[in-house]
């Protein structure tokens, strides 16, 4: 038997004559050699052969150089390259790597070490760089909200059997106005109602609150300033004639649209009014304001742009052949949304219309805008998702899993589109595809009379205000929570 050790006498012949062979012989001796040989000895030879080429480039390349080839994969192919070896390990948890990787998924913020448990007490795995940690938490959450089982709500039950007309949640703070005449303040961690603000004399219609100061409008045709660590009022804003149906704060003042077809804008600091904007042939109902410019929409089918400090009207935008019942303003553009089917896209300096979006069917309740996205909730049941830029549809948000009824409110980021409706249901949808992605609410009267009024929702907690006009479901908010299992509560 043939070794290493004892070859055949005629291989050192053999082998002397393929080494006094010049290269094109060689290769075509190799050629001949591999054609008669069976597969058992061609995977040998691919045995010995391979290893002569492997090479780990990346161990020997400086460090510097390493990551910069490093930079170029996507986050699921570095997790893969961390498992390789103990070196690819070191490189692929560079905390700048992922710090740039988080940039690109628009992160902002690196995960503290007192966020999310990790290890056997959370379902966060032990993470050296804290900018991976972020990116996995990130990865986590939305997965959370586009896969995995909905965990169970918490289920606050406050209002009796009114309605729910107004919704705010910051933090760990929530906040519901009801035409009970009363705002509750909640605790979104624990579900717990912290404060019930009593002091209306009619049904609350809307709210803002920013910090620990809440502001609310009635049918009483007041505003209130309330402290909500104390539950205090802490002025009453008397002025308006009619229903104050809507509100826009910024800073200190806020701006307040009524049924008697004014607009005042009051310092909530001092509690007075400072300025009050007449021009309006009918009742308003929406109004956004940035500090510098107040923007107003109405049922004369108007929407006007004026200065506050001059209680100037620089532009009326002329157009809408119906209720104005919807805006967004972002300091260049205004957005209007109609009863007459159309979404109008308006420039603030000049107050030209710009585009007319048409596609929808019925009012245009509910929008939102980021910079050039803009997402309308139609009473048609159905969602649109627009470029203001171009005036282009980009997607609608139906098919066979569209609501069944008029879409009562929205929210959306740069993954997700978040939907309510009438029909009992809060749907998720791909902002970028416009597909359904799931339901995450479905009320069990949902069709027989159970409503989702409004949504407020941040990155790992949804707010839903249920319940009906007929008795089918219970007034109540639930509050869902996507964040990574294990979380602190301080953090929640």
């Excluded at 406050?158 to 009801?178: K, M």
């Excluded at 707010?463 to 479901?473: K, M």
Aim: hydrophobic share 35%.
């Amino acid at each position: 038997m043939p070794t290493r050790d004892n070859p055949p006498p005629e291989l050192q012949h053999w082998l002397a004559q393929f080494q006094r062979w010049s290269h094109a012989e060689r290769l075509l001796a190799v050629d001949r050699l591999i054609d008669h040989c069976d597969p058992s000895q061609v995977r040998h030879m691919m045995k010995v052969i391979e290893p002569q080429f492997q090479r780990d480039f990346i161990s020997l390349l400086p460090r510097e150089l390493a990551l910069f080839v490093l930079s170029y994969l996507e986050p699921k192919d570095l997790l893969r390259a961390a498992q390789t070896c103990r070196s690819w390990r070191f490189l692929c948890d560079d905390n700048l790597l992922w710090k740039e990787k988080c940039r690109k998924a628009q992160i902002l913020t690196e995960s503290r070490s007192d966020r999310p448990k990790r290890g056997r007490d959370g379902n966060m795995p032990p993470i050296a760089s804290p900018w991976k940690a972020a990116y996995m938490r990130q990865h986590i959450i939305e997965m959370n909200w586009r896969s995995r089982p909905v965990r169970k709500p918490k289920v606050l039950k406050g209002h009796d059997d009114h309605v729910i007309t107004c919704l705010q949640f910051s933090g760990n703070r929530i906040v519901s106005g009801s035409d009970d005449n009363t705002l509750k303040v909640w605790s979104a961690v624990n579900g717990k109602c912290l404060r019930t603000l009593v002091g209306h004399t009619g049904g609350v219609w809307s709210s803002q609150m920013s910090g620990n100061i809440i502001i609310s409008g009635s049918t009483d045709r007041t505003l209130k300033v309330w402290d909500m660590d104390s539950g205090s009022c802490v002025h009453t804003l008397q002025g308006h004639t009619s229903t104050v149906r809507c509100m826009h704060l910024h800073g200190n003042k806020v701006v307040s649209g009524s049924r008697d077809a004014t607009l005042r804008v009051w310092d909530i600091t001092l509690g007075s009014c400072l300025h009050v904007l007449v021009g309006h042939l009918a009742a308003v109902r929406c109004v956004q304001y940035d500090g510098k410019l107040i923007v107003s929409g109405a049922y004369d089918y108007m929407v006007k742009i004026w200065h506050p400090e001059r209680q100037e009207c620089l532009h009326t935008l002329q157009g809408h052949t119906n209720r104005v019942y919807s805006l967004q303003f972002d300091g260049l553009h205004v957005v209007s949304g109609s009863l007459d089917t159309s979404i109008r896209v308006w420039d603030v300096e000049t107050g030209n219309c710009k585009h007319t979006l048409m596609g929808h069917q019925s009012l245009t309740s509910g929008m939102e805008l980021r910079q050039n996205i803009l997402v309308s909730g139609n009473a048609d049941s159905t969602v649109k998702v627009w470029d203001i830029t171009t005036g282009q549809c980009l997607q609608t948000l139906s098919g066979p899993n569209k609501h069944q009824s008029a879409v009562t409110c929205l929210q959306f980021n740069s993954r997700f589109v978040v939907t309510s409706s009438d029909d009992g249901t809060v749907k998720l949808w791909d902002v970028k595809t416009g597909d359904f992605i799931r339901n995450l609410v479905a009320l069990d009267s949902g069709g027989s009379g159970g409503v989702v009024w409004r949504i407020r929702a941040n990155d790992t907690k949804l707010i839903c205000a249920v319940g009906s006009r007929n008795g089918t479901e219970e007034t109540k908010l639930m509050v869902l929570d996507f964040d990574v299992e294990g979380a602190c509560v301080k953090c929640s």
